[in-house]
């Protein structure tokens, strides 16, 4: 007997003339004839339609065919017109890593903070350096102390042995009866510290005069000034001033020079002053100044123990 084969065919129930037409595929052309070469007792094969529902057999003598149910029937989607659309979850927040500053050590042993969220901003700026006050400024020529110079009166006034202490210029005025002379004080009692003081006649006279002299100084610090003085009894009485020049100008009648009075007036005695000042350029000039309002005798004056404090800014 020849081997037989049998085709499944999966799916639902495959039509009668379907089946009918495959039949004679298998068979040839007509459904009892002889393959040539074949003996007459050959027996034919001839697939019979089956009721079952879920399967059919045909013997095949080579292949094995396996026929897909078509999807023509299958089921489609009917979107809901009254269904609520679901709403997409929001977004993840996404973590943003943070860049912690970092401390950098300058040269000048200043510490400041860098980031690149601060990229562009000015750094902080460094403390200002501590300012150093210059050394105070007395004794020795302060003190008048040192050497005495010879000065010639500018208006010709007979003043023998005339000397203007070093380091000091001397400034007078020609008043109605002359101008005062300068000189070398070596009277004890009229020196308040050493042994020696300037010493400023004004015997009949009625005039301005003093001493001077220009220092450097830091713009911005203040400078405390100190001067002792002493004048002779006079009918007029001699008054003592204390002058500044910020500017540094060495005209002891100019606009820019301010004028502090003795803080006392008493006569025939030592008698302190002192002002404080701050300093507005890099130069000052310090006046000690005296006048005699009135040509009396008497109201001889001696200056002494100058001396200048930097107090520091």
Not at 19 to 31: F, N
Not at 79 to 84: I, M, Q
Not at 246 to 259: C, D, K, M
Request: aromatic content about 8%; overall charge negative; charged content about 15%.
């Amino acid at each position: 007997m020849a081997k037989k084969r049998r085709l499944r065919m999966i799916g639902p129930v495959i039509a009668m003339p379907t089946l009918l037409s495959l039949a004679c595929l298998i068979g040839g052309r007509a459904g009892t004839a002889l393959p040539p070469q074949r003996p007459a007792d050959f027996e034919v094969q001839t697939a019979t339609p089956t009721t079952n529902a879920r399967l059919a057999t045909v013997d095949l003598e080579a292949t094995e065919l396996d026929v897909v149910t078509s999807m023509v029937d299958a089921p489609t989607h009917t979107p809901d017109p009254n269904a609520v659309p679901t709403q997409p979850p929001p977004p993840t927040a996404t973590l943003v890593p943070v860049v912690e500053p970092t401390l950098t050590l300058t040269p000048t042993s200043v510490i400041t903070a860098t980031s690149p969220l601060t990229e562009g901003v000015a750094a902080a700026t460094p403390p200002r350096p501590a300012v150093t006050p210059d050394p105070p400024l007395q004794g020795g020529d302060w003190d008048f102390e040192s050497d005495f110079i010879p000065w010639p009166n500018p208006f010709g006034e007979p003043c023998p042995g005339a000397r203007v202490a070093s380091g000091w210029t001397a400034f007078v005025e020609q008043g109605e009866y002359g101008s005062s002379c300068m000189n070398e004080n070596l009277y004890r009692p009229n020196v308040f510290s050493g042994l020696k003081s300037q010493e400023i006649t004004f015997d009949f006279i009625a005039a301005n005069s003093g001493v001077f002299r220009t220092i450097p100084v830091k713009e911005g610090h203040r400078y405390n000034i100190m001067a002792y003085g002493k004048h002779d009894h006079s009918l007029a009485v001699v008054e003592l001033f204390l002058g500044v020049d910020l500017t540094g100008g060495t005209a002891w009648n100019a606009e820019t020079v301010q004028w502090f009075p003795w803080d006392s007036g008493a006569e025939d005695a030592w008698l302190p002053t002192e002002e404080t000042v701050t300093a507005t350029g890099e130069a000052m000039t310090i006046f000690v100044r005296g006048i005699h309002p009135l040509a009396e005798q008497g109201g001889k004056t001696v200056i002494d123990n100058v001396s200048v404090t930097d107090l520091g800014p």
